[in-house]
């Protein structure tokens, strides 16, 4: 009998014993291919040695100082190497110990940005529908899917959402990808004028929509026009790249494939690659000297937050990704894998889209392929198919509701950037054979 409180109280999860690479084994022996890195986390593979060495030395030199006491070597090396290579203007790493804690904190930092810039009357923030921020209350506020907002909806703090940018489904016929992404990208103005230009304080995206829409990209132009809109109407730009930052989709932040510049950028999962639980919240120089200059306390905090063991393994993790080249292997390997489910999957007939970028891919489940009809949700496909997969040895992140929180499904690949193509040729098998089994195709 177990006492520990799982996420689903009738599921039986197998006992995860070891790693090794891009496998995760069970009790039993049997070895499970991490298709989605967990939760799109583990993007250097199980055991790297690198990882634990800095981990176990650091655990021997200091474990632990409250940030409200001292920083550490470890925090200030940490946050020298992301800033070096940050978007343009970024300046100051904030360390927490998770996505939603990096949500929360920014969502704080901006409001009190607008206290100390004499703008007290900005309380709204904007965000998109079908977007994942995390599962705190103030980030599951800013989220936009339905049904995991629907039984907290009456304590959560009020937010806007407008759509995603999701040419799939929401682009019109004959529409070019570039006039799509100028009509999305114009909803923030148009709900910016409905709020009252002075009583906005943010815009809160994925850069890549993740969890709930599928590793679904923003089509060209999209966050030029975004970042144009919060210029003009002075609304910080508030990218959140918790799952598909850090190398995940072939570039260390994704926003660098946009040519966009955030005021304050959301980071964790492959941050720590599963290593240590870290996040951190990043933002321009300009919000740091508003605080800097006036209260000088920025009012929020957590326990662990910088924690030295944390930030040694970040630190190892991102050596990896930047000077060890695995941001660039992400991208190059994950054209292979592209290429693999385009091959595997394209004509597939309950595959509508596949997308994504680098090591983040995407694929739509569908009744039918040539009307693009989603299959009945109480069919719960994306149970069956995660069900399926694990029984063949193949972690997957399967979702539904994707198209508003209830019709909709697809399964989420981010598997570690290690990948070789031998194993990618053993997902696409995999995948392939969970299909048939919950499809019979």
């Known amino acids: 009998?177990?006492?520990?409180?799982?996420?689903h109280t009738k599921a039986r999860m197998p006992v995860a014993v070891r790693g090794e690479g891009a496998y995760i084994y069970d009790a039993d022996g049997k070895a499970y291919l991490d298709g989605s890195g967990g939760a799109a986390v583990s993007c250097l593979g199980h055991g790297d040695p690198d990882v634990t060495q800095a981990i176990k030395d650091q655990a021997d030199r200091l474990a632990?100082?409250?940030?409200?006491?001292?920083t550490s070597e470890a925090a200030e090396s940490l946050a020298d190497r992301l800033i070096a290579h940050a978007p343009e203007?970024?300046?100051?790493?904030?360390?927490?110990?998770?996505?939603?804690?990096a949500v929360e904190a920014a969502l704080k930092l901006a409001r009190q940005y607008m206290l100390e810039i004499g703008q007290p009357e900005r309380t709204h923030f904007i965000a998109r529908r079908q977007s994942y921020h995390g599962a705190t209350l103030g980030a599951l506020a800013a989220g936009g899917n339905a049904w995991r907002r629907e039984p907290y909806a009456p304590i959560l703090s009020e937010m806007s959402h407008i759509a995603p940018c999701y040419d799939y489904r929401l682009r019109d016929e004959g529409e070019s990808l570039e006039a799509y992404g100028q009509r999305a990208a114009d909803e923030l103005e148009a709900e910016i004028l409905r709020l009252g230009p002075d009583s906005v304080i943010g815009f809160v995206v994925e850069t890549v929509a993740g969890a709930t829409l599928g590793?679904?990209?923003?089509?060209?132009?999209?966050?030029?026009?975004?970042?144009?809109?919060?210029?003009?109407?002075?609304v910080l730009l508030i990218l959140d790249e918790v799952m598909c930052g850090m190398g995940r989709t072939g570039s260390l932040f994704a926003c660098e494939q946009e040519g966009v510049r955030p005021d304050i950028?959301?980071?964790?999962?492959?941050m720590g690659a599963g290593y240590q639980p870290v996040g951190a919240t990043l933002c321009s120089?300009?919000?740091?000297?508003?605080?800097?200059?006036?209260?000088?306390?920025?009012?929020h905090g957590h326990t662990y937050l910088g924690h030295p063991v944390a930030c040694a393994a970040g630190d190892a993790v991102l050596r990896k990704l930047t000077e060890g080249g695995l941001a660039d292997r992400a991208r190059e390997t994950g054209e292979k894998l592209g290429d693999a489910l385009t091959e595997a999957f394209g004509q597939h007939p309950h595959v509508g889209d596949i997308r994504g970028r680098g090591m983040f891919r995407g694929l739509e489940l569908v009744e039918d392929r040539e009307t693009k009809q989603p299959f009945a949700p109480d069919r719960a496909i994306h149970t069956a198919v995660k069900a399926a997969c694990m029984e063949a040895g193949l972690i997957c992140y399967p979702m539904g509701g994707t198209i508003d929180g209830r019709q909709g499904a697809h399964v989420l690949l981010a598997p570690p950037f290690i990948l070789s193509d031998d194993q990618i040729g053993e997902l696409t098998d995999k995948l392939g054979q969970a299909f048939k089994v919950t499809m019979g195709c």
Do not use: L, W
């Open 1 to 7: 009998m177990s006492h520990v409180f799982p996420r």
């Open 285 to 299: 120089a300009d919000i740091y000297a508003a605080i800097e200059n006036g209260s000088g306390f920025f009012q």
């Open 89 to 101: 203007g970024i300046d100051r790493v904030f360390f927490v110990s998770g996505g939603s804690e």
């Open 215 to 234: 590793a679904v990209p923003p089509v060209p132009g999209y966050f030029a026009r975004i970042r144009e809109i919060c210029d003009r109407y002075g």
């Open 265 to 270: 950028v959301t980071i964790a999962k492959g």
């Open 64 to 70: 632990f100082a409250h940030t409200g006491f001292f």
